[in-house]
């Protein structure tokens, strides 16, 4: 009789489940979720599940759960993650029926071809089929790439490891936590076999599994931002080093300004200037050991378009455009704004340096009366009447506080790592040099002194000796 009763319980429950709609849906592991809205559901990672395979059984797509649940990199769940699943499907087939699901990745810094394929479980074939390549290995940083997601089966959660002098796979067994079969079955090794420096391994690795990077020992990390890099813009480099390490490079012919901390965190601010051709250029890195073993790390970095428009600006001061004037104060000024100093002052955003509208912005290619058009606006303007405040926009030094031909009142700010900000046509300066400021203080006032149509403030923003987009640090924190 208590037999019959409880499965009269279970048929009026499935009953009124389907009378009364999915008010609440079962997630992965026998636990439930509310439906949050129309068409979505939770769904709980379990162990060797990924993006794919749960896109897979609910009839959607990577990119929607990613953008869901504010994933920036779809490679990595957690198990016991919750996860909003929009637009569910019912009765969507399963992943191993079901074809790849197309993602978009954009190559950085340490992604190879053997990373990527591991990370999104894809073949070499498939990865050039889908992006057009004659040769995969050849990635740059900034590329973006479409992979087909889940095109062979996963492989098991592995990190990759890069084989230091004096490693042998005993040691780097125990290291692990793994068995020696583990570690000679996850790199198709047979005993006996001796390891050399620089080799990879596949090291089997807890869930979630650290970042797949492959980059040579001793750089342990290194990331560019923002990538693609962009005409006129600033190029952030932070690689770290596996101990102390001395960090030398080049991009473009000029060697990189750098700034250790801590003996194996390394910055380099790289200053693109407006006219750089589109294309691809390589970053050449060499990073020296206390013992003098130095490594090289070059990559592929690629620069668009900047965009900008142009405009022809009428001067009445001709002898303000004569080369025996302007020549003397210009190699001055970026004498000055190509300096290098260890210590760094900003920190976080730059704040607007006046509470004016813009004028002019960055990188508009120029032509003065009619002239050829070969030159372009090194900074971005704001408009004021005069005596409007003209505000600090980070901490800094100044350097140069006094009147010039050209650029009218001008002080020039040294915030620390090769970054300078110049303020130019001021009617009074009312800081002096030495002066350290602070972000919102105010060092001078507008006006129309110099080279000018009118009144105005002209802010430019120097990175290792190029003028650079000024309002990029308003919208990106660097290093």
Known sequence: MGGWLSRLLILIVLALAVLTGPATVWAQGGETGNTPGSGATIHVVQRDENLFRIAMRYGTTVESISAANGITDPRYIAVGQRLLIPNAQPGAPSAETAPGAVVTHIVQPGDSLRTLLHAYSTTAVSLAAANHLTNPARLYVGQEIVINQGAVEAAPIRTLYTVRP????????????????????????????????????????????????????????????????????????????????????TFMNAPLQIATQDGNHHYALIGLHAFTMSGIYPLELAVTQPDGT?????????????????????????????????????????????????????????????????????????????????????????????????????????????????????????????????YWHQSEILVAVGDVVTPGQTIGTIGSTGRVTGPHLHWELWVAGVQVDPMQWVRQSFP
Request: hydrophobic share 40%; proline share 8%.
């Open 166 to 249: 004096g490693d042998n796979l005993l040691s780097l067994a125990a290291r692990y936590g793994l068995r020696l079969n583990q570690l000679l079955s996850a790199n198709d090794l047979k005993l006996p076999t001796p390891l050399f420096a620089g080799q990879k391994l596949w090291i089997p690795a807890p869930d979630p599994a650290p970042a797949l990077v492959d980059l040579p020992y001793p750089v342990t990390g290194c990331t560019l931002s923002p990538v693609p890099a962009v005409q006129g813009q600033t190029v952030s480099l932070h690689l770290t080093t596996d101990g102390p390490s001395m960090l030398a490079g």
């Open 294 to 422: 130095q490594t090289a790390l070059t990559l592929r970095l690629m620069v668009l378009d900047g965009g900008y428009s142009a405009e022809t600006i009428a001067i009445e001061q001709q002898d303000l455009l004569n080369p025996t004037v302007t020549e003397p104060e210009w190699q001055r000024i970026a004498t000055i704004m190509s300096g290098f100093s260890a210590q760094r002052y900003f920190d976080g955003l730059m704040g607007l340096p006046s509470a004016g509208a813009i004028t002019s912005q960055f990188g508009t290619r120029r032509t003065y009366n009619e002239g050829a058009l070969e030159t372009f606006h090194s900074g971005t303007d704001f408009g004021g009447g005069p005596g409007t405040a003209i505000i600090a926009p980070a901490r800094g030094v100044i350097v140069l506080a006094e009147f010039l031909p050209v650029r009218g009142f001008t002080t020039i700010i040294d915030h620390g790592w090769g970054v300078y900000t110049g």
